[in-house]
């Protein structure tokens, strides 16, 4: 299903779809002079993973916010399993995890009271606790470090110590605002491999990120900008859909090879890439701008397209 | 396993978690067990407004033995305190700009000649104006004296011509409750009151700014437990350091300064409850207005000066111009030390404060409640 633009999406159509999880409806919250949702809407299916992708400033947090039932919004509507989550109190808090992006443990509490609080406050008994924790700890590998300050775990363990007070009361519905950020890539693998299981398991999983690469990963993805989607859907079909044709340009004065591609009308993006330029042109012109490049002696490679091309190519027609 | 109430599970946990932080943190622990006792002793020993030899220089232009008698008897009380004698008025500027005196008496050439005389005579007493109180009681002292002495010229002059002596109204002074006139005992009520507002408002408010700053607030309000339980989760501990604060500085202040205990203990913690959910209430309210420690320690401050200044600790209400005292009795502070100095000073029961205690309960109620509906709107 394609996701309406949000100027599309009338009032009068809002409705919770059932099967759905999550859904936001044409979410709008202004911050002073920030437009920070402008008509976010997107709707996440029980037992999906969906990825929230886009630039710092996109309006990623804000959206998990609302979707936690943290902020109020100025217009439009949240919903966790079709009910409010600012009103739904505890029906909705029992079916939902939050893992912020930042801190948000206490950082005088070691690993254990942490979860022990965050379990009480469940009311998860004793019992179910112990082997919770114990699992969660497991497969964390936070076990060493039971008694350690939370203020005195590395970045990595510190976001397996908030994932793990998240999924401590099994929630229905994960929130994770930027899991990955500032981890390392070994605890990266591990954190989408425990993602995995998670959902695999019946649980519901919207995550935000900023790395383009991450959104393949995902069932569905939503790319937001501006505080807008700009595209939802599987990355396979999304990839699939992109008109451009991307290349990497070889060899060639790279200041130079700018400027000529600066003046190319068929050329609708450049990326650098290390020592690399990606470029996305228009279906069919491959040819004219490897004519174009060829007295720099700078020649086209075709690669696979790749879903930073794909938000670079629809921002870019957002703005045009 | 017997299933207890959801929200004592919640609340539980929540003050277990606080008293842990609270008993982590040697600065709160510090502001909150050895500060007070520092303030007793500090309040106690330094606060005084007893003016005790305060120095007094003598300027004698008259060297008659009368005159030095003047002076030996009017220092003799201890009011005031030899520091010096010129004939020098240059002297005196100096002395007291340097503050080496405080006060200079001076006995104009051939008083004793001119008393003999029948002539009136005078005494000039300069003081140094810059510290009113100590001013006073010198003044105080020194027309007393010389009042006596007057009555008594008279009196010989009366008897030595056969007549008897006119009746005299004098007046009596007999002192109630502090026959003494220490400090302690009117300064360790203060104390209390200004502690609680440290132990309570202060680490309240930075408290709760703490979870907002931390991110911790938003993690806690995600699950199931509701803001109020959060709240009353928190300040649990307080409240109970609170009353515990106020039950050392009382204890100090008996053993050490020897403050009365007149009235009932009981009335004492009442009050001191009732208070307490005011100075919580003001904390939580600051709470909602800072976002980090840092304000909130601020605002605190800014709230607990003026309502120390104005609630008659220190300087007495009436002294204050009548748009100050009405603005008093908006200030909670006022009613505790009212409530305490009433009835640890003078023994005073229910029947003589409990409007105080009403006014204590209406503010600590209102506070509490408007405070809690700002935050729950603010998380919201």
Redesign the interface.
């Known amino acids: 299903m394609a996701q309406a633009p949000a100027a599309a999406t009338s009032g009068a159509t809002l409705g919770f779809e059932p099967g759905a999880a999550l859904e936001a409806q044409a979410l709008v919250r202004r911050f002073g002079a920030t437009q920070a949702l402008d008509g976010l809407s997107f709707t996440v299916g029980r037992g999906q993973l969906f990825g929230l992708v886009g630039a710092d400033g996109a309006g990623k947090t804000t959206a998990i916010r609302a979707l936690a039932g943290l902020i109020s919004l100025d217009s439009g509507r949240a919903l966790v399993l079709g009910r409010d989550p600012a009103q739904g109190r505890a029906a909705v808090r029992e079916s939902l995890g939050l893992m912020p992006q930042q801190a948000s443990l206490y950082p005088d509490l070691s690993v254990g009271e942490n979860l022990r609080f965050f379990a009480r406050l469940y009311c998860l008994p004793r019992a179910l606790f112990h082997e919770r924790s114990s699992r969660l700890l497991e497969i964390t590998r936070l076990g060493p470090f039971l008694d350690r300050r939370a203020d005195a775990l590395s970045g990595g363990m510190y976001k397996k110590l908030a994932l793990a007070c998240a999924l401590l009361h099994r929630p229905e519905v994960l929130l994770l605002d930027e899991p990955t950020n500032g981890v390392d890539p070994v605890s990266r693998r591990e954190l989408w491999a425990l993602l995995h299981e998670l959902v695999h398991d019946g649980m519901t999983v919207l995550l935000s990120t900023p790395y383009m690469d991450e959104a393949e990963r995902c069932h569905r993805v939503g790319f937001i900008h501006h505080g807008r989607l700009l595209l939802a859907g599987e990355p396979r079909a999304l990839l699939a859909g992109l008109d451009d044709e991307t290349y990497e340009v070889e060899g060639g004065e790279r200041e130079q090879v700018d400027e000529r591609l600066a003046n190319l009308a068929e050329v609708h993006a450049a990326s650098p890439a290390g020592s690399t330029l990606r470029i996305a042109v228009a279906r069919g012109s491959g040819g004219t701008v490897g004519a174009a490049l060829k007295p720099l002696a700078a020649s086209l490679r075709p690669v696979a397209p790749n879903f930073e091309d794909l938000f670079l190519a629809r921002v870019r027609q957002e703005a045009a | 396993?017997i299933a207890r109430p959801?929200w004592t599970?919640?609340l539980?946990?929540?003050v277990?978690?606080e008293v842990?932080?609270t008993v982590?943190?040697r600065r709160i622990m510090f502001m909150l067990i050895i500060a007070p006792l520092l303030q007793t002793v500090v309040f106690g020993f330094a606060v005084d407004f007893q003016f005790d030899h305060v120095p007094t220089l003598v300027v004698g232009h008259d060297a008659s033995a009368q005159s030095r008698q003047h002076i030996r008897r009017l220092l003799a009380d201890g009011t005031l305190r030899d520091a010096g004698h010129t004939t020098e008025l240059s002297e005196v500027q100096h002395k007291l700009q340097t503050g080496d005196a405080a006060a200079a008496l001076i006995l104009p050439a051939g008083l004793a000649r001119d008393l003999a005389a029948q002539r009136p005579a005078e005494v000039q007493v300069i003081l140094d104006g810059g510290d009113p109180n100590r001013a006073v009681v010198v003044a105080g002292a020194a027309s007393r004296y010389f009042g006596e002495t007057a009555e008594a010229m008279v009196k010989a002059r009366l008897a030595a011509r056969g007549i008897a002596p006119p009746p005299l109204i004098r007046a009596t002074p007999r002192i109630w409750f502090n026959p003494s006139l220490k400090t302690p005992p009117f300064m360790i009520p203060g104390v209390m009151t200004i502690l609680l507002v440290i132990t309570t408002t202060l680490v309240t408010a930075m408290g709760l700014s703490r979870e907002r700053e931390?991110?911790?607030l938003?993690?806690?309000?995600?699950?199931?437990?509701?803001p109020v339980l959060l709240l009353i989760g928190k300040m649990t501990p307080f409240l109970v350091i609170g009353c515990f604060d106020v039950l050392l500085v009382l204890t100090a202040g008996v053993w050490i300064f020897g403050v009365p205990l007149h009235g009932s203990l009981l009335l004492v913690a009442t009050g001191t409850v009732l208070y307490v959910l005011s100075t919580l209430g003001i904390g939580l309210l600051i709470s909602t207005v800072s976002r980090t420690q840092q304000q909130a320690f601020l605002a605190g401050f800014l709230f607990a000066m003026p309502a120390i200044l104005l609630s008659g600790v220190m300087t007495p209400i009436r002294a204050m111009p009548l748009w100050l005292q009405v603005v008093t009795f908006f200030n909670p502070v006022r009613y505790y030390i009212e409530v305490l100095r009433a009835v640890l000073l003078k023994g005073a029961g229910l029947v003589d404060v409990w409007w105080r205690l009403l006014a204590l309960l209406g503010f600590g109620l209102t506070l509490l409640t408007v405070a809690s509906l700002r935050f729950s709107k603010r998380?919201?």
């Open positions: 396993m959801r599970v919640q539980r946990a929540v277990r978690k842990r932080q982590r943190d931390m991110g911790t938003e993690q806690v309000l995600v699950t199931p437990i509701r998380v919201a």
